[in-house]
């Protein structure tokens, strides 16, 4: 089944007005020249965030012939062991070098990528000194916890020429593959409401403050760099421990959780990924979000969907279709699916294999940094609405809330020195 181009040169090349940049005192960075052949014809990689989801990405770049893993990157000294043990172990010899400062790691004008797991936290100040260091870069979602970030890290990427693949991987998982599909095929009919499933229930996040413990010597954690451009506070092994998760300063919670893959989705399933929903009403008390499209096109972030998680939902005025992580397809009708089965699970070994195919050819991956600029905002303004109890409305073009200056202040957040937008 041939499926049509995903990303038009017009969106991959998206002109913003936005200037970008999450810039902090880091060494002298020279890269290797923009288009440069790699003498060893291998993609020379450094891996920075090498906890659970680090470790499995990290494996997925091993198993290629074409790669190199040269280098890895945590503020955890347990991590950066382990990290290199398993990148030693696999090349039988003990040269991966570790690195504490990620902006260390950078400086290496000998890698050609960095692979970036951090906490959401970082993940945007990252890939922009990455963009700027003229490294190709795969990041983790959610790509930012702010809107401008997100902007800030679509904006390096563009100026600086680099390939850039968000770990959105299901869309390179099958069943999404033929769901989304089916939705821009015509099958359904016109599409008209999409569902994107939150990781839990309630969307609010918290922002308190934890009470101080012991900081660890550097070597050990380096809690300046975890807390990166966030906010100063003092130390909390809790916050390292998952907390962060549900924390604003953070994270986006339960709606960037799940919704940087699920409503990713559904802006991919409507050929929407050079823009964002307009307006955006919060549903009920969960925090569950209807936004509207400019074409009058519905979506829904909630909770309730089924087959496992991240699932989406596509409705058009021909039928629907269903589906999730557990690869179960529904649809209606049910011969648009009838016959197709697909093995379980959400692997990330085709996303990766994408982007080091592009690295190579310099085409645009499926998961741009535009596109996920794009449909992490709309998990951004349905936060903003929450946050606010109220309604907001979005200028996608503008990229700013008309008139509304309360909304307009949560699109970014103050940056603690050195780390500058």
């Known amino acids: 089944m041939k499926l049509e181009k995903d990303l038009t040169r017009r969106a991959f090349l998206h002109q913003a007005t936005v200037a970008a940049g999450a810039v902090a005192a880091s060494p002298l960075i020279i890269p290797r020249a923009f288009g440069e052949a790699n003498p060893s014809d291998k993609i020379t990689v450094g891996a920075v965030g090498i906890s659970g989801r680090g470790s499995y990405i990290l494996n997925a770049f091993l198993q290629y012939s074409d790669v190199k893993v040269v280098a890895v990157c945590d503020v955890f000294a347990e991590r950066r062991a382990k990290a290199k043990a398993m990148v030693d172990e696999h090349y039988g010899n003990q040269d991966c070098v570790t690195y504490i400062d990620v902006r260390e790691m950078l400086a290496r004008s000998d890698i050609d990528a960095v692979m970036i797991a951090t906490g959401d936290n970082n993940h945007a100040p990252i890939s922009v000194l ?20 997100s902007r800030a890290v679509a904006d390096a990427v563009r100026q600086n020429a680099r390939i850039f693949q968000c770990g959105t991987q299901r869309r390179n998982v099958g069943n999404f593959v033929l769901a989304r599909h089916l939705a821009i095929s015509g099958a359904l009919g016109e599409i008209h409401t999409v569902y994107a499933e939150k990781a839990w229930p309630l969307s609010e996040v918290t922002y308190g403050v934890l009470p101080e413990e012991p900081q660890p010597p550097y070597e050990e954690m380096a809690w300046d760099l975890w807390l990166g451009p966030a906010a100063w506070r003092p130390y909390n092994r809790k916050y390292t421990t998952g ?41 009920n008390e969960q925090g569950d979000v209807e936004a509207e499209y400019a074409n009058g096109a519905k979506l829904i972030i909630t909770t309730g969907l089924r087959f496992g998680s991240c699932p989406v939902r596509f409705e058009g005025t021909e039928g629907w279709v269903e589906t999730g992580d557990d690869n179960i397809l529904e649809s209606s009708p049910a011969s648009l699916v009838t016959g197709r089965h697909f093995s379980g699970g959400y692997p990330a070994d085709n996303h990766v294999r994408e982007f080091l195919n592009s690295v190579k050819t310099r085409q645009p991956t499926k998961s741009t940094a535009e596109a996920s600029h794009r449909s992490i905002t709309a998990c951004h303004c349905a ?39």
């Not at 990455?130 to 970030?149: H, M, N």
């Not at 339960?254 to 929903?277: F, K, M, R």
Request: net charge neutral; glycine share 6%.
């Open 243 to 283: 907390f962060w998760r549900r924390h604003g300063d953070f994270s986006g919670g339960s709606i960037t959780e799940w919704g940087s893959h699920t409503v990713d989705l559904c802006q991919w399933a409507l050929n929407a990924d050079d823009t964002s929903p307009l307006h955006y009403r919060i549903m």
């Open 383 to 421: 936060n903003i609405a929450v946050r606010l109890k109220r309604s907001v409305t979005w200028d996608p073009v503008k990229e700013e809330f008309p008139g509304d200056e309360e909304a307009n202040r949560l699109r970014s957040r103050a940056y603690r020195q050195p780390w500058q937008l």
């Open 130 to 149: 990455a963009a700027r260091a003229g490294k190709d870069i795969y990041c983790e979602k959610p790509l930012s916890v702010t809107i401008t970030e």
